[in-house]
């Protein structure tokens, strides 16, 4: 009895400790963060002869939505504000509601803004360049993701700490036990596919197609070199007159956007990745409620690693929003 009771106050301290990193963690991430979204935003908003700013403009704000949800929400947990009217149940509803339907917003969102990219560049005489299209998208998108995401009105409350005695309490936020196990499973595994998965697989499948791909707008105009109009071996009555250099730098510029691209796409892939596939893996197999005490004290330390690797994301995203919304220069033609 004495051994049960050694290593359940061994993993109180690890769970302590681990709590308490994630606190700081988010705090210290959230400070340097939300001003870099904030100052992020303003430098996109006066960017408006891009397509994308109503994209990216939304990204940035859902990115502040989601990092000011957890910031709050620590906070309040850290100095019990409103526990005394507001029960946990609700806060972590209401939390995982919020963070949930801003990364499922994010997600999509980069994908709908990439499609638009790939028409553009496929088919530019074809692609409409509307930005009330844009607003109705991204409308659509919202709404999307807090359909998707009502289930966690229902299956999220507030639990405490699977411990063998009760002189100390912890609480965490995580699945309803009032429900059936089988229906949480396959609800939170499609959420979690439709959320992500797909998204960012769709994105980085939409770059490597536009990389690999020939561009199909040779057949609706005809980009031909100042040099070779004289030789006469050129009829078109459709042709567009540029130098050599022109079309390479142009060729140049589009290649190292596509890549820019293509990068920011995997990296907030790999970001997200560990903590969406840790989560997953403890609905078909229990870590965080496991039996074994060994395990669960693993899971702390995995869970807490992966946590902050996500948290990343926050100081990464208004790097490369930057990066993606630069311009390179010209060379002369």
Same mark, same amino acid.
């Given at each position: 009895?004495?051994?049960?009771?050694?290593?359940?106050?061994?993993?109180?301290?690890?769970?302590?400790?681990?709590?308490?990193?994630?606190?700081?963690?988010?705090?210290?991430?959230?400070?340097?963060?939300?001003?870099?979204?904030?100052?992020?935003?303003?430098?996109?908003?006066?960017?408006?002869?891009?397509?994308?700013?109503?994209?990216?403009?939304?990204?940035?704000?859902?990115?502040?939505?989601?990092?000011?949800?957890?910031?709050?929400?620590?906070?309040?947990?850290?100095?019990?504000?409103?526990?005394?009217?507001?029960?946990?149940?609700?806060?972590?509803?209401?939390?995982?509601?919020?963070?949930?339907?801003?990364?499922?917003?994010?997600?999509?969102?980069?994908?709908?803004?990439?499609?638009?990219?790939?028409?553009?560049?496929?088919?530019?005489?074809?692609?409409?360049?509307?930005?009330?299209?844009?607003?109705?998208?991204?409308?659509?998108?919202? /709404?999307?993701?807090?359909?998707?995401?009502?289930?966690?009105?229902?299956? /999220?409350?507030?639990?405490?700490?699977?411990?063998?005695?009760?002189?100390?309490?912890?609480?965490?936020?995580?699945?309803?036990?009032?429900?059936?196990?089988?229906?949480?499973? /396959?609800?939170?595994?499609?959420?979690?596919?439709?959320?992500?998965?797909?998204?960012?697989?769709?994105?980085?499948?939409?770059?490597?197609?536009?990389?690999?791909?020939?561009?199909?707008?040779?057949?609706?105009?005809?980009?031909?070199?100042?040099?070779?109009?004289?030789?006469?071996?050129?009829?078109?009555?459709?042709?567009?007159?540029?130098?050599?250099?022109?079309?390479?730098?142009?060729?140049?510029?589009?290649?190292?956007?596509?890549?820019?691209?293509?990068?920011?796409?995997?990296?907030?892939?790999?970001?997200?990745?560990?903590?969406?596939?840790?989560?997953?893996?403890?609905?078909?197999?229990?870590?965080?409620?496991?039996?074994?005490?060994?395990?669960?004290?693993?899971?702390?330390?995995?869970?807490?690693?992966?946590?902050?690797?996500?948290?990343?994301?926050?100081?990464?995203?208004?790097?490369?929003?930057?990066?993606?919304?630069?311009?390179?220069?010209?060379?002369?033609?």
């Amino acid at each position: 009895m004495s051994h049960v009771v050694d290593e359940n106050q061994a993993f109180i301290d690890e769970w302590t400790i681990s709590s308490r990193l994630l606190f700081y963690t988010v705090v210290i991430i959230s400070v340097m963060a939300l001003p870099m979204l904030v100052a992020s935003l303003i430098y996109v908003m006066l960017r408006r002869k891009s397509q994308f700013v109503s994209y990216l403009c939304s990204i940035l704000s859902a990115n502040m939505v989601l990092l000011g949800t957890l910031f709050a929400s620590v906070i309040i947990e850290k100095m019990n504000i409103i526990d005394d009217w507001l029960p946990g149940s609700i806060s972590c509803k209401a939390t995982a509601f919020l963070v949930n339907t801003s990364s499922c917003f994010i997600h999509w969102t980069w994908v709908v803004m990439y499609a638009q990219r790939f028409l553009f560049v496929f088919y530019p005489l074809r692609a409409r360049r509307s930005r009330w299209k844009s607003y109705y998208i991204l409308t659509g998108v919202l /709404i999307s993701s807090a359909l998707l995401q009502l289930w966690t009105l229902l299956f /999220i409350t507030s639990r405490h700490v699977d411990v063998s005695f009760h002189d100390v309490e912890r609480i965490y936020c995580g699945d309803d036990p009032s429900y059936s196990s089988r229906s949480k499973i /396959i609800i939170i595994f499609v959420e979690c596919v439709i959320a992500f998965f797909i998204p960012l697989t769709l994105t980085i499948l939409a770059d490597i197609s536009v990389l690999m791909f020939k561009n199909s707008c040779h057949e609706q105009f005809t980009l031909v070199a100042n040099e070779e109009i004289g030789d006469g071996t050129r009829k078109q009555s459709n042709m567009k007159i540029v130098s050599s250099n022109t079309i390479r730098s142009s060729e140049r510029r589009r290649s190292m956007a596509i890549r820019r691209c293509l990068a920011s796409a995997t990296i907030n892939l790999l970001l997200n990745l560990p903590n969406y596939s840790l989560q997953l893996f403890d609905e078909f197999y229990p870590l965080r409620n496991n039996p074994s005490t060994d395990v669960r004290r693993k899971f702390l330390k995995i869970d807490a690693f992966v946590y902050i690797l996500y948290l990343l994301q926050f100081l990464i995203s208004p790097l490369y929003i930057f990066i993606l919304t630069r311009n390179v220069k010209r060379r002369p033609s």
